[in-house]
């Protein structure tokens, strides 16, 4: 059993691995030729509405599952290690290569009902994952995760009800003529809702930090690159659609009342992954934020640079539970920098990363943002918030947390 589950654990790395790296290339050279390749099976037609699996391969669907699939490889090896003890690891690492199918689903859907398959396999795959430690607390966070997650399921079967009206679910070919039609505002209104409960902004927020019951792998997957990153790659799609909606004010304000919520919540925490949960939350915060002044590819660049930081955030968080005999409360964490050098140099890399230190990734795509809102024609309040309350209170709560984390009192 045991080099059994060491072999699933090392063939879905080499295969996740192999796979990021083929859509490395792929993207390189779609990228080059500028190609978008779009394939259509119709699986059914009925009363001339047509019931069909369509895939989108362009640059952007290809990067995004690069960094899925790199993120996710890594994750399930550094689970080898993490999770040896468990006797049924081949079940967790099932259960998380169907996680990353369903997002290689809703990556490369441009068909909403396709899109719907993908969502609702993320939400019930999160559950199933967050009840993993089958403990009180891990089935009170998994019930709340799936019943939010459950509202932007509705919302999203509500827009495939309401696309019946056009013939087809491919909503990519409504974006560029419909954007002054009634009924495409109304749908547009329900994905923004249904990615504002994916990617727990206000009044959503409450799953996030409680998802932390999940493994840690678990956290450095979901909280990086998928789950809650699926709500900002939608709205990045159907950005064409929802330019110009007054719903995409009251988007901007929930989004910078999250980041702010986020930043002065992880003042007052003191467990090691809420602390980090609550970090990407600020983060979500941002990305919708710039999504909603009409940024979708500067949203998109922040997406990715986030996720590989706070992917090794997460993962340098597992090593130091699992060196603290799995306590997670910063004030017992005095002085580790000399028991585990190398994790808590990563530790401060990725975090320096996240607080936009020059020349890391997090610095040029929050530079790129901040830049963007200095020539957008915001009130001075939304400036004031997005330049002050990101920039400096999100240096300032790990930096307190670093005080507790560094040194014991």
């Known amino acids: 059993m045991f080099y059994k589950n060491y072999s699933i654990c090392f063939i879905s790395f080499i295969f996740l691995f192999m796979y990021s790296m083929l859509n490395f290339i792929f993207m390189i050279y779609f990228i080059m030729n500028d190609l978008v390749y779009f394939f259509e099976w119709e699986i059914i037609t009925l009363n001339s509405v047509s019931i069909v699996m369509s895939i989108l391969f362009d640059w952007m669907s290809l990067l995004f599952m690069m960094f899925v699939c790199l993120i996710s490889s890594v994750v399930i090896y550094y689970s ?63 019930m709340l995760t799936a019943l939010t997650n459950r509202i932007g399921d509705v919302f999203i079967l509500m827009v495939i009800s309401w696309m019946l009206n056009y013939g087809s679910w491919n909503y990519i070919f409504y974006l560029e003529f419909m954007n002054n039609d009634l009924e495409m505002k109304i749908i547009g209104v329900m994905i923004i809702l249904a990615a504002m409960t994916k990617s727990a902004q206000i009044p959503f927020s409450s799953w996030l930090p409680a998802a932390m019951a999940a493994p840690t792998p678990v956290s450095a997957l979901v909280h ?28 901007l304000l929930l989004s910078i009342l999250t980041m702010f919520m986020a930043g002065i919540s992880a003042n007052y925490e003191f467990d090691l992954k809420k602390i980090i949960a609550l970090s990407t939350l600020s983060q979500l915060g941002l990305m919708m934020s710039i999504l909603s002044m009409g940024f979708p590819d500067v949203a998109f660049f922040h997406l990715l640079t986030h996720a590989m930081f706070k992917a090794m955030l997460f993962m340098c ?21 000399m028991f585990i050098p190398k994790t808590s140099l990563c530790m401060k890399i990725s975090n320096m990363a996240l607080c936009g230190i020059p020349f890391l990734a997090g610095f040029y795509s929050k530079v790129l943002i901040l830049e963007m809102v200095s020539f957008s024609s915001l009130n001075f309040l939304v400036f004031f918030f997005l330049l002050y309350f990101y920039s400096i209170d999100n240096v300032l709560y790990f930096s307190f947390n670093y005080v507790y984390y560094n040194y014991s009192f």
């Not at 441009?110 to 994952?129: Q, R, T």
């Not at 990045?236 to 004010?249: A, S």
Request: with cysteine.
């Open 317 to 337: 968080a597992g090593v130091v539970i699992h060196m603290m005999n799995d306590i997670q409360d910063i004030r017992y964490m005095g002085g580790i920098w």
């Open 224 to 251: 990086s690159s998928t789950l809650v990153t699926a709500g900002v790659y939608l709205l990045i799609r159907f950005n064409m659609l929802l330019i110009d909606m007054f719903f995409f004010k009251i988007l």
């Open 80 to 142: 080898k290690g993490y999770m040896s003890s468990e006797l049924n690891l081949d079940r967790f690492i099932i259960l998380v290569l169907l996680f990353v199918f369903s997002m290689i689903l809703l990556i490369i859907s441009p068909n909403i009902i396709s899109i719907l398959l993908g969502w609702d396999g993320l939400g019930l795959v999160s559950y199933c994952l967050v009840i993993y430690y089958q403990n009180l607390k891990s089935y009170n966070a998994g």
